[in-house]
């Protein structure tokens, strides 16, 4: 499975952007995906997960009602809108699968297969 993901750049606190990650090769209709971010000098963190079957999701606190995860099976791709932004949110954002899913959305060790990142960056 390759993922990409797309999406980040510069916004203003209070601003939105949504990412978006494509999935190509291998594909899986059960498991899970989820987004992680890494802030400078900080250890990458969950953000959010989603199961693809069923839809179920998680979130961390630092974001929950601000941001959604969403995903479209049939092109493959997941979702994170992101509204609310805050400084704080300015991270490296990473898209990653979870073939068999375990129960646990937030356990880096949990994912198969991650993306590249993509730079988010929220002005004060």
């Known amino acids: 499975v390759q993922l990409q993901a797309s999406g980040g750049g510069l916004v203003q606190a209070g601003g939105s952007l949504r990412l978006s990650c494509a999935a190509s090769?291998?594909?899986?209709?059960?498991?899970?995906m989820g987004w992680f971010r890494q802030a400078p000098g900080k250890e990458r963190e969950f953000v959010a997960g989603?199961?693809?079957?069923?839809?179920?999701?998680s979130y961390a606190d630092a974001v929950k009602g601000r941001f959604t995860i969403s995903g479209d099976n049939a092109k493959n791709t997941l979702y994170l809108q992101m509204n609310s932004l805050k400084p704080e949110d300015t991270a490296v954002y990473y898209c990653?699968?979870?073939?068999?899913?375990?129960?646990?959305?937030?356990?880096?060790?949990?994912?198969?297969?991650w993306g590249q990142g993509t730079q988010v960056t929220v002005s004060s």
């Open positions: 990653a699968a979870d073939v068999y899913f375990s129960g646990s959305y937030s356990l880096e060790y949990e994912y198969d297969y």
């Open positions: 090769g291998r594909t899986f209709r059960s498991g899970a």
């Open positions: 989603i199961r693809k079957s069923g839809g179920s999701t």
